[in-house]
T-cell receptor, first 113, second 113 residues
Framework: GQQVMQIPQYQHVQEGEDFTTYCNSS?????IQWYKQRPGGHPVFLIQ?????EVKKQKRLTFQFGEAKKNSSLHITATQTTDVGTYFC?????????????FGKGTKLSVKP | DTGVSQDPRHKITKRGQNVTFRCDPI?????LYWYRQTLGQGPEFLTY????????KSRLLSDRFSAERPKGSFSTLEIQRTEQGDSAMYLC???????????FGPGTRLLVL
């Protein structure tokens, strides 16, 4: 079946260091979304990428969608303690589905002050 | 608070009992989704509605699970004859038709003893 793999599973960084998480799908996606879940919280939508090769930025966060629309990455520059949480990618549009998002297992980021 | 709300926030039940959870989406959102999340995993899609119509169900969804959205507003998720493996966080999300980004509620944490 469709799978979304995400690496690394955990990342520990010193405050101020950069962080990157990678997402790979077993099949071509119509779109990819990124969510952040704080400890004890629920997933919060960050961004959606739709176009092949698309790059979007949100302040210190940079999101990329691969040319083949099968992989994506999230890069955080100069991490802060407020960046702590689990970052999930979610692939959309499998098999023409309009509602079924396939989530990766997430990358749990911890930031040491 | 105009976000997605879920009730109850926590539920402890004995194996074999039935449980029902409620989700109230953002008022203008016509799509509503149910997910299940276990520790260390990403949300797993269960089912989704557009207005009152249930458009998609996961193949993983046992026939002990049923969801309704009778008036196209709030939704209920019922689990019959609960099993210990049903213990998880049950998340509800909503979105506007045509928009892919989903807004999650705080979840209902279920523990089956």
């Amino acid at each position: 079946g469709q799978q979304v793999m995400q690496i690394p599973q955990y990342q520990h960084v010193q405050e101020g260091e950069d962080f990157t998480t990678y997402c790979n799908s077993s099949t071509t996606l119509s779109n990819i979304q990124w969510y952040k879940q704080r400890p004890g919280g629920h997933p919060v939508f960050l961004i959606q990428l739709v176009k092949s090769g698309e790059v979007k930025k949100q302040k210190r966060l940079t999101f990329q969608f691969g040319e083949a629309k099968k992989n994506s990455s999230l890069h955080i520059t100069a991490t802060q303690t407020t960046d702590v949480g689990t970052y999930f990618c979610a692939g959309g549009g499998y098999g023409g589905s309009q509602g079924n998002l396939i989530f990766g297992k997430g990358t749990k980021l911890s930031v040491k002050p | 608070d105009t976000g997605v709300s879920q009730d109850p926030r926590h539920k402890i039940t004995k194996r074999g009992q039935n449980v029902t959870f409620r989700c109230d989406p953002i008022s203008e959102h016509n799509r509503l989704y149910w997910y299940r999340q276990t520790l260390g995993q990403g949300p797993e899609f269960l089912t989704y509605f557009q207005n009152e119509a249930q458009l998609e169900k996961s193949r993983l969804l046992s026939d002990r699970f049923s969801a309704e959205r009778p008036k196209g507003s709030f939704s209920t998720l019922e689990i019959q004859r609960t099993e210990q493996g049903d213990s998880a966080m049950y998340l509800c999300a909503s979105s506007l038709y045509g928009a892919q980004d989903q807004y999650f509620g705080p979840g209902t944490r279920l523990l089956v003893l």
